[in-house]
Every structure is written in C-alpha cells, then in structure tokens.
C-alpha cells in the first residue's frame, strides 16, 4: 500500500515561512513527477509547484519567486519551502505524486491535506 504522509502545515504571521515535507512509503518502483496542490475555502484546488524525477521545477505564478520545490530520491520525499507568505496562501496544502509500480504500471496518488493558515 502506497502512502502520502504530509507535515508542516501551522499558522504563520504575513511575511513568514514555512516548509512542507511530504514522504511516500510502501512498495514501488519509481516515483515520478511529485507535485503540491492547494485549496482554499470556497475555491477549486489548484496546482502551484511540481518537480520532475530528474528535479525540472514549474510553479504557478501566484507563488513563483516565494515556493521552492525540492525533493530527495533517496529518502522518497519532497519539500515545499514557502517564504514570503501572505494571507492569500492559506489553503490546506497537498502532495501529489505519479507513482510506478514494478510491473511498469503508473498511478497517482495524495496525501491526506495539512493546514497552512497565514494570519497577524
């Protein structure tokens, strides 16, 4: 059984910074592109960084400049560093990744959502 496990979310003052760890466990081949999504009350989920199995990074523009995607294939996790924030970056944040099993079959898998509230 494949698993998403996020942490880091919290509250946070405008202007600050927060990072999130999300780590896949369970057995699998590879894994391929991993993502972070978010969502806030009232609004469709929304992806705003995703990083590539070879680290080839694309962010949304709502975040480029402040987020920083990084992963670590050893370990089988990826990271979201988020500075700069603002009171429109609370959201429940999400890791996605497109996961491969050992009989070359692909398939996409999340974690469980972590809160990211940014407040005074």
């Known amino acids: 059984q494949v698993r998403l496990v996020e942490s880091g979310g919290g509250l946070v003052q405008p202007g600050g910074s927060l990072r999130l760890s999300c780590a896949a466990s369970?057995?699998?081949?590879?894994?391929?592109?991993m993502d972070w999504y978010r969502q806030a009350p009232g609004k469709e989920r929304e992806m705003i960084a995703t990083?590539?199995?070879?680290?080839?990074?694309n962010y949304a523009d709502s975040v480029k400049g402040r987020f920083t995607i990084s992963r670590d294939n050893a370990e089988n996790t990826v990271l979201l560093q988020m500075n700069s924030l603002k009171p429109e970056d609370t959201a429940v944040y999400y890791c996605?990744?497109?996961?491969?099993?050992?009989?070359?079959?692909?398939?996409?898998?999340w974690g469980q959502g972590t809160q990211v509230t940014v407040s005074s």
């Open positions: 996605h990744a497109v996961i491969q099993n050992r009989w070359s079959r692909s398939y996409s898998y």
């Open positions: 369970g057995s699998f081949f590879r894994i391929n592109d």
């Open positions: 990083i590539s199995m070879s680290g080839n990074t």
